[in-house]
């Protein structure tokens, strides 16, 4: 498993933005490049939906409340995710989760222990 460390959720009014990011910084490079990465979160009461995903090779995925609002990149030689996220609703407050795991296996096997997005209206 990979150790995730996630930072950036707050406190934002509706219309606001903020920046996730997600780092594995006990990953060697080389095996970081293999991963894919995704953005989960979990609402009060909800089950947890996928957000967001990118490959090694940046070919990225939105879930479908997200597109055009959210936006979700990398950077390899810091070994980090980073999810930019604009126009935020209250039906965004969540706490948000990162994952990963080797393209190759087609699953994630690694979460971050989340940080808390909230919106208000």
């Known amino acids: 498993q990979v150790h995730?460390?996630?930072s950036g959720g707050g406190l934002v009014q509706a219309g606001g933005s903020l920046r996730?990011?997600?780092?594995a910084p006990r990953m060697i490079f080389s095996e970081y490049t293999t991963y894919t990465v995704g953005w989960y979160r979990q609402a009060p009461g909800k089950q947890r939906e996928f957000v967001a995903t990118i490959?090694?090779?940046g070919r990225t995925n939105y879930a479908d409340p997200v597109k055009g609002r959210f936006t979700i990149s990398r950077?390899?030689?810091?070994k980090t995710v980073w999810l930019q996220m604009y126009g935020?609703?209250?039906?965004?407050?969540a706490v948000?989760?990162?994952?990963?795991?080797?393209?190759?296996?087609?699953?994630?096997d690694s979460w971050g222990q989340g940080t808390q997005v909230t919106v208000s209206s």
């Open 96 to 108: 948000y989760y990162c994952a990963a795991g080797r393209e190759a296996s087609g699953q994630y």
């Open 88 to 93: 935020l609703e209250p039906e965004d407050t």
């Open 4 to 6: 995730l460390v996630e």
């Open 75 to 78: 950077d390899n030689s810091r």
């Open 20 to 23: 996730l990011s997600c780092r």
């Open 55 to 57: 490959t090694s090779g």
